[in-house]
């Protein structure tokens, strides 16, 4: 922990450089608020501060910029930010307003992050192995096809088409809809469930037939990844190189979505500059948060900028938006 006095300093550096992104000296900190010391003790503070690896100096005759251990301090010291009336309003006019499918709810509450705090937004939703099943049918489409429709837990729809035996009738098909939706209402998809003895063979067959048509195409491809404003984290670089790094590592979105990951495995909300482990994000920072549906974690968001990002105002919005997304699709 820093003493109290070095702790306002590197506070006051921090919040500076992250409005103007320019080197801050000694004079402005001393006339910021709540500091009350000569730029001369602010220019001796700022040394040891330097000396402790929280700060750096671009040049000599520069001011002082933070380092990742500089911001690492600041961002745990935050008390939890709030977002402001207007923001607050905005988010709840999105979700009062969003209908439709769950898609186009999670492409559009990435745009929502982008226009609430300047960054990329990332939006991972939530797999339908994760989800229980509201609902389930299969409808003949034709002598020989059948489709099975699932509605999830989670607001998705999932639909798969599945291909009859030359002798399949219509009430075998009304039954097999009874049977999947004795075994499948409440549990997810690709649960094991137990068969009544009794229920002709062909009609179980059909049934573990038409989830295995729902479970399967969605192993090839377990997120759904949704991205906004990928110029945005850019913008903040000058250069060219370091733009296509981080260009090229957004376009990888698995390579996001493990980042993810990693964040909230250890525990954390906010990964910092280096922290992230991928070279190329080495100058960003990443703020992250799970969502929850009927209670169970289903799906992350987050939002990437230059290590300098508002912090509180990126913890507050993600905040907000993951419980206010959670909520919504736990309403159906």
Avoid at 146 to 161: C, D, M, R, Y
Avoid at 210 to 215: K, T
Avoid at 312 to 331: F, I, K, M, N, T
């Amino acid at each position: 922990m820093l003493e109290d006095r070095k702790a306002k300093i590197l506070k006051a550096v921090v919040e500076e450089y992250i409005q103007t992104a320019q080197p801050v000296g000694s004079g402005h900190i001393a006339d910021a608020p709540g500091i009350g010391v000569s730029p001369a003790t602010v220019r001796n503070e700022l040394v040891q501060l330097e000396k402790q690896g929280y700060l750096h100096q671009p040049h000599t005759s520069a001011g002082r910029v933070p380092t990742d251990k500089g911001y690492r301090y600041f961002v745990d010291s935050l008390d939890m930010p709030t977002l402001g009336p207007l923001e607050s309003d905005q988010i709840s006019s999105f979700f009062d307003a969003s209908h439709g499918e769950l898609e186009r709810l999670l492409h559009e509450t990435a745009h929502l992050l982008v226009g609430l705090t300047d960054c990329t937004a990332v939006v991972v939703g939530p797999g339908p192995q994760a989800a229980t099943v509201r609902s389930i049918q299969m409808v003949r489409v034709a002598h020989r096809t059948a489709i099975v429709v699932a509605v999830l837990s989670n607001g998705a729809v999932e639909k798969a088409t599945v291909e009859l035996e030359e002798d399949i009738t219509d009430d075998d098909v009304e039954t097999v809809t009874r049977l999947l939706t004795s075994e499948r209402l409440g549990r997810t998809l690709d649960e094991s469930v137990e068969h009544e003895l009794g229920i002709d063979g062909r009609h179980v067959q059909l049934a573990a037939a038409a989830v295995g048509a729902l479970v399967v195409p969605q192993n090839d491809d377990p997120d759904n990844v949704f991205m906004g404003g990928q110029s945005r984290v850019v913008s903040a670089f000058d250069a060219i190189e370091k733009v296509r790094e981080v260009l090229a590592v957004l376009e990888r979105q698995l390579v996001v979505v493990s980042l993810i990951r990693d964040v909230l495995a250890r525990g954390q909300t906010v990964s910092i500059g280096t922290e992230t482990g991928v070279e190329p994000l080495n100058e960003c920072s990443l703020v992250v948060a799970p969502y929850e549906v009927d209670g169970q974690q289903v799906g992350t968001i987050g939002v990437l900028g230059p290590t300098r990002l508002n912090y509180p105002q990126a913890l507050s919005a993600v905040a907000v938006v993951s419980q206010r997304l959670g909520d919504r699709l736990s309403e159906g």
